[in-house]
């Protein structure tokens, strides 16, 4: 096996993969209608409950062809009642994209709006969720990608389920590197896309879920048409297969992926991430940058780094520069500081964040940026 140019993605997603991960893309073409193919799906979609500790006579994983988003416009068209409304725990710009599904859909929502920089407030939602009797789902990501902070969803869906709500997180930015027990976590539905915490190929995303709440919601309003949750989920049970054309050699490349998950462990992967953050928080003091973000709650996946005073500090230019020695940073995303990101996602460890800030310190001196 000839190996590939290896970049390290400081991205929040898509991750660095390992070349085992890229060349089981690399198969005899096959027609995902043959049973082989069904067969194939029918373990993954019990190795992704096996990543959540979600039990299989409850809950069920439904896989879309999509990007992440995908999973977001799924639960949220297909999961609010006729005449309920969906409640959006909202600290970043992960939650108002739900706000906007919600729009696009025009579905009655409250956006429940909260500082960017810091956990929501549980008792403003419980305050909310007393108000208004007619919320049947709350929804909040685990992780706000946007920021780093990592949000108390066991909490959250703690108090969706004591005022009789159903609980939907996206789990896109922590599924397969932070601990998930959906169970105990008080979790309905969680999803990700294949090439974050699992570190696969892009492509393929899903949704895990409670099988009664996917049942009951044959009867909601359809606002979708490919997008539907019942529909997919109904489609797997009766064929084994996906509705239409599945992302074939994705689907190949996570099923590796997962081979790869389990052998590293679940605790030992998080171990691994969380050094690689730790890594990445000292290089980051180390140079002098300011950080955003109370590490207390971050989510140790994520660091927010502002941009420094300097006025020859250009993103761009330092961007570039690491780019072409391997390494990619990623412009952040909160409309009122200027970030940028540095992330913990894929199959790298602490040398790689090493070699990154030499290279970064190589370009603060080559561009002249003087930092504190
Ligand atoms: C990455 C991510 C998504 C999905 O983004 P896509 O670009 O559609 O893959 C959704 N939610 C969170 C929290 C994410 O980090």
């Given at each position: 096996m000839e190996p590939i140019k290896r970049n390290v993605l400081l991205?929040?997603?898509?991750a660095t993969t390992t070349d085992t991960v890229k060349y089981a893309q690399v198969v005899p073409d096959i027609c995902p209608r043959e049973k082989a193919f069904a067969g194939l799906m029918k373990g993954l979609r019990e190795d992704l409950l096996k990543v959540v500790h979600a039990p299989s006579d409850t809950y069920t994983s439904v896989l879309f062809?999509?990007?992440?988003?995908i999973n977001i416009d799924v639960c949220i068209n297909s999961l609010v009642p006729e005449g309920k409304k969906i409640l959006v725990v909202n600290n970043g710009a992960y939650n108002s994209r739900a706000v906007e599904v919600c729009q696009m859909y025009h579905l009655p929502y409250i956006d429940v709006k909260s500082s960017v920089f810091e956990r929501p407030d549980l008792a403003v939602i419980e305050k909310t969720l007393q108000e208004n009797p007619d919320v049947a789902v709350v929804y909040c990501c685990h992780h706000e990608t946007g920021t780093g902070v990592l949000n108390p969803i066991r909490e959250i869906g703690a108090l969706a389920h004591k005022h009789g709500a159903i609980f939907i997180s996206d789990t896109t930015s922590t599924l397969g590197m932070i601990p998930l027990d959906v169970v105990k976590d008080n979790v309905d539905f969680c999803m990700a896309s294949?090439?974050?915490?699992?570190m696969a190929m892009s492509g393929l995303s899903f949704v895990i879920g409670r099988k009664d709440i996917i049942e009951k919601s044959k009867d909601y309003p359809t606002r979708s048409y490919y997008c539907n949750l019942y529909l997919q989920y109904s489609f797997f049970e009766k064929?084994?297969?996906?509705h239409f054309t599945p992302p074939v050699q994705t689907i190949y490349a996570t099923i590796q992926a997962l081979k790869e998950y389990f052998a590293e462990g679940e605790t030992a992967k998080f171990a691994r991430h969380r050094r690689v953050y730790e890594a990445i928080r000292k290089g980051v003091a180390e140079l002098g940058f300011d950080t955003v973000i109370d590490p207390a709650i971050e989510s140790g996946l994520v660091v927010s780094v502002k941009y420094p005073e300097?006025?020859?500090?250009d993103f761009e230019k330092v961007h570039d520069y690491c780019y072409e020695r391997g390494f990619t940073i990623y412009p952040g995303k909160i409309s009122t500081t200027n970030t940028f990101r540095l992330c913990a996602l894929g199959a790298i460890d602490v040398g790689d964040i090493e070699d990154f800030f030499k290279v970064l310190d190589d370009a603060l001196k080559k561009f002249g940026i003087e930092l504190k």
């Open positions: 991205n929040p997603g898509p062809c999509g990007s992440g988003t294949a090439q974050k915490g699992l064929t084994g297969e996906m300097d006025p020859n500090w």
